[in-house]
């Protein structure tokens, strides 16, 4: 099993910045896939980057230019670095594992972004 665990999620004012972090433990595959969803309310749940264990990343139109994924490997963490925020970023933040070789999926529990003056 592996537990993920989000934080630096809160209040942030249009045009601001936030860094959000998930940290991975228990069972970790050297060769994964860590990424960042979002939902806001009333919507689904949709892709904002994600980043390859052997340094890709790709990202969601929606956030080119303002959002940065990255990874430290040897503590099993990635980061999204937010900035120029706008109110329809305001979601739900949750990050997750995926190990291609088992097909398997792992999910944080999330953390909240909003954006307001």
């Known amino acids: 099993q592996v537990q993920l665990v989000e934080s630096g999620g809160g209040l942030v004012q249009p045009g601001g910045s936030l860094r959000l972090s998930c940290a991975a433990s228990g069972s970790i595959s050297s060769i994964n896939t860590m990424g960042w969803y979002r939902r806001a309310p009333g919507k689904q749940r949709e892709l904002v980057a994600t980043?390859?264990?052997?340094?890709?990343?790709n990202y969601a139109d929606f956030v080119k230019g303002r959002f940065t994924i990255s990874r430290d490997n040897a503590k099993n963490t990635v980061y999204l670095q937010m900035n120029s925020v706008k109110p329809e970023d305001t979601a739900v933040y949750s990050c997750n594992i995926y190990y291609p070789t088992q097909q398997r999926t792992f999910w944080g529990q999330g953390t909240q972004v909003t954006v307001s003056s």
């Open positions: 980043a390859t264990s052997d340094g890709s990343a």
